[in-house]
């Protein structure tokens, strides 16, 4: 997994045919999808459950390229080496959702997989400033986290800002998560996102059946968000 700032679109399978991943994951990829998206969600730090690392092992056959995994849940220790097991290859952990965000990042290196943090809407850029020198990633939360589907949070353009200035040269992704569409794309890529996360933009209006549609999605997004390098 080489590191470069060129545009990637990550879809969420959240927004996918729960019934028939294996085949989601393989149709998106084949239709230009950079990385794959899972979102996990505990219901406990975040008003939604979703998967758990057997779902991971489960599809990891049918990714040939990066599973990017967002765990949504607290605590969040006791888990990662589970899905660093199933296959993860960025394992990203809300620096909300525990006291020793530094000791999870370690957890997640230790395991091999690349360590990325999460920060929601009501948290600082600045709280990434201590942990630059141990993440390969920084999740923008420009929704509040637990569902698909919500409206973009403009503020987070600032905060996506902030986080590219505190980077520097560091090889860390900046990742975009929650409303991204062909029109908010090229707003966070100009702030200097280059991994964008995108679940009903993608999937709406397609299938395992009809998968021209999700390349369609794909490359509208991608497309949007390099315009503004032109």
């Known amino acids: 997994m080489?590191?470069?700032?060129?545009?990637?679109?990550?879809?969420s399978i959240l927004s996918a045919d729960f019934a028939n991943f294996g085949a989601e994951c393989e149709a998106i990829e084949a239709q230009g999808a950079d990385w794959v998206h899972v979102d996990v969600m505990d219901g406990h730090?975040?008003?939604?459950i979703t998967f758990g690392p057997t779902t991971c092992a489960a599809i990891r056959p049918?990714?040939?390229?990066?599973?990017?995994?967002?765990?949504?849940?607290?605590?969040?220790?006791?888990?990662?080496?589970?899905?660093?097991k199933a296959g993860?290859?960025?394992?990203?952990a809300h620096i909300e959702a525990g006291p020793h965000i530094h000791r999870t990042l370690q957890a997640i290196r230790a395991t091999g997989?690349?360590?990325?943090?999460?920060?929601?809407p009501g948290t600082p850029a600045s709280a990434i400033e201590p942990l630059l020198d141990m993440i390969d990633l920084v999740c923008v939360m420009t929704v509040n986290p637990g569902f698909g589907g919500q409206s973009f949070i403009a503020s987070q353009i600032e905060t996506t800002r902030k986080v590219r200035d505190l980077i520097g040269n560091r090889p860390i992704h900046i990742e975009i998560?929650?409303?991204?569409?062909?029109?908010?794309?090229?707003?966070?890529?100009?702030?200097?996102?280059?991994?964008?996360?995108?679940g009903s933009a993608v999937f709406r209006g397609g299938s395992v059946?009809?998968?021209?549609?999700?390349?369609?999605?794909?490359?509208?997004?991608?497309?949007?968000?390099?315009?503004?390098?032109?």
């Open 88 to 92: 993860a290859d960025v394992i990203t």
């Open 62 to 84: 049918h990714i040939k390229g990066v599973m990017d995994v967002h765990l949504m849940i607290a605590p969040v220790d006791p888990y990662i080496e589970a899905f660093a």
């Open 113 to 120: 997989a690349r360590a990325g943090v999460a920060l929601n």
């Open 177 to 198: 998560d929650g409303g991204v569409d062909p029109k908010t794309a090229p707003l966070v890529a100009q702030a200097g996102a280059d991994v964008l996360v995108a």
């Open 45 to 48: 730090f975040v008003p939604n």
């Open 2 to 11: 080489s590191f470069d700032r060129t545009i990637k679109i990550a879809p």
């Open 209 to 230: 059946s009809s998968p021209d549609i999700y390349g369609q999605n794909i490359r509208a997004i991608r497309e949007a968000a390099q315009g503004v390098y032109v």
